[in-house]
Structures are given as C-alpha cells and as structure tokens.
C-alpha cells in the first residue's frame, strides 16, 4: 500500500528535535500558574495522537493543565463516561459514540476534529492476503468482525448499502482489537472492518490486505469524512472555561506539531500503547486534524445530520470567551 511508511523506529534526529522541544516547553512552564486537574479518558488507537503528543511534550502542564489520562481499549465507553461526570473531557471519538447514544448525547462541547478522505484513511476493510474475495458486494452471506463501537457497526451498514448490500444479510461480529487479527487470519471471519492500531498491523504482518483500493468510508459517506472530535464536558466549559481554553490550546499546538511533522505522532502514540501494539505504529498513515480555530459551524452541522440526536451545531461547538 502506499500510505504504508517504510522507515523504522524514530530517528536519532527525531530524538535530537524531541529533547529540544521538551526544554523549551519546560523553560516556558516555568512562568505558568499552578496546574489545574482534568481528566481525560482516551482509546488507545491512532486517532488519539494529540492526546498523546500533548502529555508526551508536556504541553498541558505548558498550558497551565494537570491532566490525569484514563486509558479505554475502544472509544465506546467515553459517552457513557462524560455523562456519567467521571470525565471531564474525552477524545478522539467517532461522532456516533457522542450523538448516537442511548439515552442521548452528554452535554458537552467539541473542540477540535480528526477527518478522513483519500490520502488519510482511518477505517479498514480487511480480507485474508489469499481471500477471494475482491468487493463489498461480495460479503453479502459472509461474516465481518468490527471494532466493537457503533460507529463502526453504522459505517458498515452505510457502506454495504452504498455498495447495493443489504445490511441484514451480513452476520457482524464485534471483536475486541486483541481478537480482530487472530480472528481474521484462522478464517473465524471473512472479513474486518477496524482502525489502528490493527489495520496497519495485519497489513504489515502479511495477515491481511484491503478488500479494495481506496478509503471506504468517505466514498459512502462523502469527503472529507467528519470522523469525530475531541469533546469536553458542559460542566467544565461552564464553570473553568480558562481551563478549557489552555486545554485546547495545548490540543492546539499537538496538531500543528503532527502537521509539520507526521513522526511526531507516531512516536507519542507508540509510547503509549501496549508494547504487544507499538511494532508498525511507524508504517501507519499519516493522520489529519482541524484544530479548534479550523472546525466549523457548517462542518459539525453537516456531521450531525446523520446522527440519531441532532443538536444545532452552534450549540454544541466551543469557542473561547472574548
């Protein structure tokens, strides 16, 4: 595949820039107020690489931010979490976690987005190396394991439909991502619909190619693909708004760090996985983002169209308080 990174682990220049970012954020931290504690839940996938920059590179403690990071296999449970009160803010996840949830939407506010199309792929139709099968309309009758969120259960229904397949003749099974390549490869399913980590895994491993060329999801749905968003809670956007604001400032300066500079995501988020998971991070696509300024009314309206809770967009996206 082309999007498939061919160098190997960080180099020594990569090192080099790293240490020097750190020292100048540690020196600028030097005249910021006192840290004020947030926490933040956050999946372990590739979506999530400003998180993981932001903590990496110390920029939330820049910004004046003591963050407590609690780690979710998948996004799914981060809705619940939000509403729940037992975070404070959360992200990356897909737009259907947040407003397709029974029992609704938390209330919260989105911040910044993760977007897909051609050249940013984010989701993975996968078949076995030596599956004959070449199209989607040849799953119909056929099992596909997903990432077990409803994001991907919807995005799969949207797609076969997109393709002429009727959802309900396609069995899902949702795997955990420690199962997904396992399951694949020992012929339990025939194919997998799932992100990364996973997706760049089994391809680099040989166990598994894509079902076809081309990023699946934004053909169905349109491009670029609003794929999600970092969200923070109503409660904390209306009583610490500085807060949030130095939060998202630190999100901020992640996304321009992995604009410029791809390796710098890929570094943070293979320090952050499971050591079994942080093997092909550095073949994985390269990963786009809009920062906060970047999000649009009109872009997180035309998102929300599709889910079950529909919200104006003006209500739900943040901006910072004159």
Avoid at 120 to 138: A, G
Avoid at 191 to 218: Q, Y
Wanted: net charge neutral; aromatic share 6%.
């Amino acid at each position: 595949m082309s999007w498939i990174n061919r160098g190997g682990a960080g180099s020594g220049f990569l090192q080099d820039v790293r240490v020097s970012l750190m020292l100048v954020i540690a020196l600028s931290a030097c005249s910021r107020p006192s840290s004020e504690r947030v926490v933040i839940g956050v999946p372990l996938l590739r979506i999530s690489q400003p998180v993981f920059v932001a903590e990496s590179l110390g920029l939330f403690k820049k910004h004046g931010v003591d963050v407590e990071l609690k780690r979710f296999d998948t996004a799914q449970p981060l809705a619940d979490e939000l509403a729940a009160g037992r975070l404070d803010a959360a992200g990356y996840l897909a737009l259907p976690i947040l407003f397709s949830r029974e029992g609704g939407p938390p209330p919260l506010r989105v911040v910044t987005a993760i977007v897909e199309d051609e050249g940013h792929p984010l989701s993975f139709l996968l078949v076995k190396v030596n599956s004959e099968l070449h199209s989607v309309p040849e799953l119909a009758g056929k099992e596909v394991g997903i990432l077990p969120t409803l994001a991907y259960r919807r995005w799969l229904d949207a797609l076969l439909q997109h393709h002429g397949v009727d959802p309900r003749t396609v069995t899902v099974a949702p795997l955990a991502p420690q199962l997904q390549l396992e399951a694949l490869a020992g012929g339990g399913i025939d194919a997998l619909f799932t992100g990364d980590p996973m997706a760049t895994a089994g391809i680099a491993r040989g166990l598994a190619r894509p079902l076809k060329p081309g990023a699946e999801v934004p053909a169905a749905l349109g491009a670029p693909f609003f794929f999600g968003t970092f969200a923070v809670s109503e409660p904390l956007a209306m009583r610490r708004p500085q807060v949030v604001a130095a939060l998202v400032a630190a999100l901020d300066e992640a996304i321009a760090l992995i604009e410029a500079d791809a390796q710098v995501g890929r570094v943070a988020l293979a320090s952050a996985l499971r050591e079994g998971d942080r093997a092909f991070v550095q073949k994985a696509p390269p990963t786009k983002y809009l920062a906060s300024g970047a999000v649009t009314v009109e872009a997180l309206e035309a998102a929300l169209q599709r889910e079950t809770s529909r919200p104006r967009g003006a209500d739900v996206l943040w901006r910072a308080t004159p």
